[in-house]
């Protein structure tokens, strides 16, 4: 294999596995801190002739699987499952509040995270393979606890990453060759919340498994929409259940195998006080004369989500392969209260969703010099989505008053679409120190457009010294819009309903293209010390964006004509001795300016000022921050992180009246979270562990969203103080 410097900030107490000593006649190549006994040679040599220790096969095909797509000259922030029990709720939070804890990750609602100013656009891989998109509901479909490793990618990507290039959020997941028992707890205290949860990992012959399963109740499903500490109507029930097989065929092969599944229920909040929906004239629609008390509104959401992944991996002297096939199912129902929604609203709509992905992923790697490796890949994926409505509207006259009761329109839609991408690139060391990673990538996509765009990458790595790395990258992405998110509702059914829009134009959504570039420099100050700064700039055709309009709490998106977001990140991580902290300051800046699809979503008013303006994104915060430390003595660790953010974005209320949408932000806050950890050592290597964290330890009231803003419909506070604890058992 290759040296491949990979640019990588470590995040504090970042601990491979363990990994027998391995014989003399064995290497010990290393990527980052990871290093891992390899067999001097592979291959034919190296098949079944010499019989390995199980773990030192499983590390030897985990790196040469690593080396298959690797993040060259991309900006990769790690994070370890030692830096998650390191944070607050640990294993037990969900997984955005890991995201948000890393550089350049900005807080939003719904359980929402935007990385270096982009709305969602993330890719996920679990073990390298790309985890198919799923229907954007509420529910964080993974579960923290089985992670094991984790990188967040963003910059200027190599090749083999495409479609979603906001970020990649690389996963690898616990392993059963390493683990040989598990744990069994539960986790609760503020909001009525509590969480059992079991994991176990192992090994029989050449399979290895690890599974893991978790219930979750809360009465803080979702983000409360006044600023009082217990939300109404807000309970969520959730499940989440996670396998990985692997099974080693020989010393350079195996076979893998992941099954995940989740379901969710949600109330949607409600919030007191809210006045009836009224014509011009001052009068309230006909629902029969009665009122309705909006603190005993009935809307809910249900959410399921299951794939599965199976992957066959090969490395072999100096080649590398890994081939991958999966499927995965995805579904979320609203469900209105009918006579709620059309006495506040004037209009309550039924939804129901779902999507069907199934396809195959192809990555390999071959060395063909010393100064040489070629990587290629191929990428397939066909979609089917379903939307089923059932819409209750009042008819309205010319003046908008309503000429009788309310009715109902039904609507019934199904679409199928595609994408694809085949790669090629070459990582080459022109001198000693020096990595220029330079290729390309191919796309096609069917989303009601036939699109596509070839996408050259490059990026330089300079290793200045031992201590000091620098990178520069530029990459040309190709990011089609999700085909579930398409609105196509007839239009033509809604006019003279209190449901029609004042433009009743839909252009069709397009795929963004956009040109990125990425510089950033590392340095390791003292040992257990490293420093990084990066920054970047991105300018885009067709940007895409979505938002909450309507209804219901389900985004859709469309295209501002132009776009731009560039920033500049730092990173500073320190680890010694017992003591690890880490701080994360990012500043960005996105605008778009003239809306090219989704018209029928916005207000006359809005698109005209849209046209003619660059307006902040609604997702633009200019400040991200997120800090922590902690500190082990003896059986007992006690750690404290805070998140700060200047603002999302909101509408500025113009004194003559009307208002300029994105045009002001929410108040900046900051939380700050405590928490201590005892463990007690237990006879045959069994271990308990008590956990006892605070959550906002000053009881800050913060407001994430107003309730305006491009795809605002509701106002969200974040979580008041809150105190949880934790008991678990580890054998």
């Not at 919030?271 to 011009?280: C, E, N, R, T, Y």
């Amino acid at each position: 294999m290759s040296s491949n410097p990979i640019h990588v900030r470590r995040s504090p107490s970042f601990r491979p596995h363990s990994i027998p000593a391995a014989p003399s006649r064995f290497l010990l190549p290393c990527v980052g801190v990871l290093c891992l006994p390899l067999p001097a040679v592979l291959g034919d040599a190296a098949t079944n002739a010499v019989v390995l220790q199980k773990q030192v096969v499983v590390g030897s095909l985990d790196l040469s699987r690593e080396q298959i797509v690797p993040s060259l000259g991309a900006s990769a922030y790690a994070v370890s499952s030692a830096r998650i029990d390191d944070q607050i709720q640990g294993a037990n939070s969900p997984f955005n509040q890991v995201l948000l804890r890393t550089p350049s990750v900005a807080q939003d609602s719904y359980g929402q995270v935007h990385l270096r100013g982009e709305h969602a656009n993330l890719q996920y891989r679990i073990n390298d393979v790309l985890l198919p998109e799923g229907l954007g509901g509420f529910g964080q479909e993974l579960d923290t606890r089985f992670v094991d490793q984790m990188q967040v990618i963003a910059g200027t990507l190599p090749a083999q990453f495409g479609f979603r290039t906001a970020g990649v959020i690389d996963i690898h997941t616990r392993s059963g060759a390493y683990l040989n028992g598990g744990e069994v707890g539960v986790h609760g205290g503020s909001h009525d919340s509590y969480r059992p949860g079991v994991e176990y990992g192992g090994s029989s012959g050449n399979l290895n498994y690890y599974v893991t399963g978790s219930y979750t109740h809360t009465g803080l499903g979702l983000e409360n929409p006044t600023s009082s500490a217990n939300a109404l109507h807000d309970v969520s029930d959730q499940f989440r259940g996670f396998a990985y097989f692997s099974y080693v065929l020989d010393d350079t092969s195996r076979l893998s195998w992941i099954v995940s599944g989740s379901a969710a229920d949600f109330q949607i909040p409600n919030v007191p006080g809210q006045s009836a929906a009224v014509d011009p004239a001052g009068t309230p629609f006909p629902l029969g004369g009665i009122a309705i008390d909006s603190t005993r509104l009935n809307e809910n959401q249900s959410e399921d989500n299951a794939y599965a992944v199976l992957a066959y991996q090969k490395s072999a002297d100096r080649f590398g392969l890994q081939v991958a096939g999966f499927v995965r199912s995805s579904g979320i129902r609203f469900r209105p209260d009918r006579s709620g929604d059309l006495y506040f609203d004037r209009v309550a709509a039924q939804v129901e969703r779902r999507l069907l992905s199934a396809g195959l992923q192809l990555d390999s790697s071959y060395e063909l010099t010393d100064r040489h490796t070629l990587r290629a890949g191929a990428m397939f994926i066909a979609e089917h989505t379903s939307l089923d409505s059932v819409t209750s509207v009042f008819p309205l006259d010319m003046a908008g008053h309503a000429t009788g009761s309310a009715f109902d329109l039904s609507e019934s839609n199904r679409k199928t679409g595609s994408l694809g991408g085949v790669y090629l690139q070459d990582e080459w060391h022109p001198w000693k120190r020096v990595t220029l990673n330079i290729g390309g990538r191919l796309d096609v996509a069917d989303t009601g457009l036939t699109e596509w765009q070839l996408s050259p990458r490059a990026n330089l790595v300079w290793e200045a010294t031992a201590s000091t790395t620098a990178h520069l990258g530029y990459a040309r992405y190709f990011t089609p819009p999700s085909l579930d998110r398409i609105r196509t509702e007839s239009l033509a059914g809604f006019a003279n309903t209190s449901n029609a829009p004042e433009i009743p134009t839909s252009s069709p959504v397009r795929a963004e293209r956009m040109h990125s570039v990425d510089f950033g420099i590392t340095q390791k100050l003292l040992p257990g010390l490293s420093v990084g700064v990066d920054t970047y700039g991105k300018w885009s055709r067709n940007q895409l964006d979505d938002g909450y309009f309507g209804p219901t709490l389900i985004p859709a998106p469309f295209n501002f004509r132009e776009g731009r977001i560039y920033g500049v990140e730092g990173t500073v991580d320190f680890n010694f001795d017992g003591f690890s902290c880490f701080g994360n300051v990012a500043w960005s800046r996105g605008q778009g300016r003239e809306l090219t699809s989704g018209e029928f979503l916005f207000s006359a008013a809005d698109a005209a000022l849209l046209r003619d303006h660059w307006t902040a994104l609604d997702h633009d915060q200019r400040v991200t921050a997120s800090a922590g430390a902690a500190y082990g003595w003896n059986h007992t660790r006690f750690f404290v992180d805070a998140l700060y953010g200047s603002g999302l974005r909101r509408d500025l209320e113009l004194p003559g009246g009307g208002s300029i949408p994105n045009g002001a932000t929410v108040p900046q806050y900051i939380t700050v979270n405590l928490g201590v950890e005892q463990r007690v050592p237990l006879a045959q290597k069994r271990e308990l562990r008590f956990r006892l964290e605070t959550v906002n330890l000053a009881d800050a009231t913060y407001v994430l969203r107003d309730g305006t803003g491009i795809g605002v419909n509701a106002a969200q506070y974040g979580a008041r103080f809150g105190v949880f604890g934790s008991a678990s058992l580890h054998f």
